[in-house]
């Protein structure tokens, strides 16, 4: 059974003008006064608690229509797909790619979107979340009268190709050797295809160096280059702007959106809503508490029909799902927070440091105890190097 709970909007909520109806009819009184429902002077509008039985009474009492009941995340009595050993993470529903456009997959961190790449890219086999053995044909019948039906039956047979370009980008210096050329041209032995694809990703300057020496950006750029190098159906880009400064982002966005054509799946997962925004034509998010179980939504459009906007808000509509408290909300300015001015941390002059042949110019400045600072800059620039500065 889903669990279902009352939830005021705050902006529709005018608690001067109604009577306060929701509060006086609510029928969970525990003892020693507890309320399913009570208004909260200081917020100015009914708090909802963990009694509520979302019998609906306060719906129907609202001329406002502030209260709506909806969904709150629970495991699924069915539809689990994989489990990482008893009491391991659990995984329910698969999302389906639609050839010739982008999926973009969303979610918090330990969701279960790596675990979907590598059971869409056929290194995971789902058990189903069984003990006993499962076989292709029982997968194969698990899906049946879905579009995975036929992409996982072509998948075992050896019949789709997958690109994956994975994760942590960190491991490749460890299996790779050689120049970004090399590894290229291992790929394709096309020397137009190789040049094009690294102007494409800003790699041109780095043909001649060796894999080990790339920054986590250009690492990250060679794996997509080498991706996108590959003729495949399905190409998977697990957190492929990682490490890329906005610039670089959008340049591997275009890059992807390429190779996006009526006869390839594409699949990409990020946490950069922006980048996701402008890629993605489909979107599914996962909700469900991180590292215990998550479940895959309903697929939504990308941008043009709101599906981020959906995961932003926190409630996704067609599920009446509340995935979140609160939704997120970018201000262009936010509200400033009172810092002590007096209390100086660290103060500086003008100043040069020299590491090798790199020179950092720094302009006098200030940090007050409290503040937070933000450093900002292309890749491979000043930053990296402040990083990996030893103390002194
Ligand atoms: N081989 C494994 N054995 C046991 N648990 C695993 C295994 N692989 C992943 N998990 C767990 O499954 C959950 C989902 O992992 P997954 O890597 O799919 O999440 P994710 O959504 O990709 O997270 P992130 O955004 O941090 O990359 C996590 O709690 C993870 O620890
Ligand atoms: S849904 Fe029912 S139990 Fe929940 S707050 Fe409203 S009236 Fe009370
Ligand atoms: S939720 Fe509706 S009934 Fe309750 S205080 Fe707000 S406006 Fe009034
Ligand atoms: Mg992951």
New binding site residues.
């Given amino acids: 059974m889903p669990v279902r709970v009352a939830v005021v909007d705050k902006d529709l909520c005018q608690p001067r003008k109604c009577g306060q109806e929701c509060i006086r009819f609510c029928p969970i009184v525990r003892g020693g006064g507890k309320r399913a429902i009570y208004m909260d002077e200081q917020l100015g509008h009914p708090v909802i608690t963990d009694l509520c039985t979302a019998c609906g009474i306060c719906v129907r009492k609202c001329p406002f229509e502030a209260i709506t009941i909806v969904n709150l995340p629970s495991e699924l009595g069915e539809d689990c797909v994989h489990q990482?050993?008893p009491s391991?993470?659990k995984l329910f529903r698969l999302p389906m790619p639609k050839l010739g456009r982008v999926l973009g997959i969303i979610?918090q961190?330990?969701?279960?979107?790596?675990?979907i790449a590598k059971i869409l890219a056929g290194e995971l086999r789902p058990n189903l979340c069984t003990n006993s053995q499962v076989s292709t044909e029982d997968i194969i019948r698990f899906f049946r009268g879905t579009e995975l039906q036929p992409y996982l039956t072509r998948l075992y047979r050896g019949e789709v190709k997958v690109v994956h370009k994975p994760?942590y980008i960190e491991l490749i210096p460890m299996y790779v050797k050689g120049t970004v050329k090399d590894v290229l041209m291992k790929i394709s032995d096309n020397e137009e295809k190789v040049t094009k694809i690294a102007e494409k990703l800003n790699l041109t300057h780095l043909l001649n160096r060796d894999v080990d020496k790339l920054s986590g950006g250009e690492l990250q750029r060679l794996a997509i280059a080498a991706a996108l190098l590959r003729d495949a159906d399905t190409y998977i880009f697990d957190e492929p702007t990682t490490h890329l400064d906005i610039v670089e982002r959008l340049r591997v966005a275009e890059a992807i959106k390429d190779i996006a054509s009526g006869d390839k799946y594409v699949i990409v997962i990020d946490h950069d809503l922006a980048v996701l925004d402008y890629l993605a034509d489909q979107v599914v998010i996962?909700y469900g508490k991180p590292?215990a179980y998550?479940i895959v939504s309903h697929m939504r459009g990308g941008a043009r029909e709101g599906g981020i906007n959906e995961y932003l808000n926190g409630y996704l509509t067609s599920e009446n799902m509340l995935i979140r408290k609160e939704p997120i909300k970018f201000r262009v300015k936010p509200a400033p927070r009172p810092i002590q001015k007096e209390k100086v941390l660290l103060e500086w002059t003008d100043l040069t440091k020299r590491l090798g042949d790199f020179e950092l110019e720094v302009k006098a400045g200030v940090i007050h105890r409290g503040e937070v600072i933000g450093v900002l800059g292309p890749q491979r620039n000043w930053q990296d190097n402040l990083c990996q500065a030893p103390r002194q």
């Fill in positions: 990482y050993g391991g993470f979610g961190n330990a969701m279960g979107k790596t675990t994760q996962l590292g998550g």
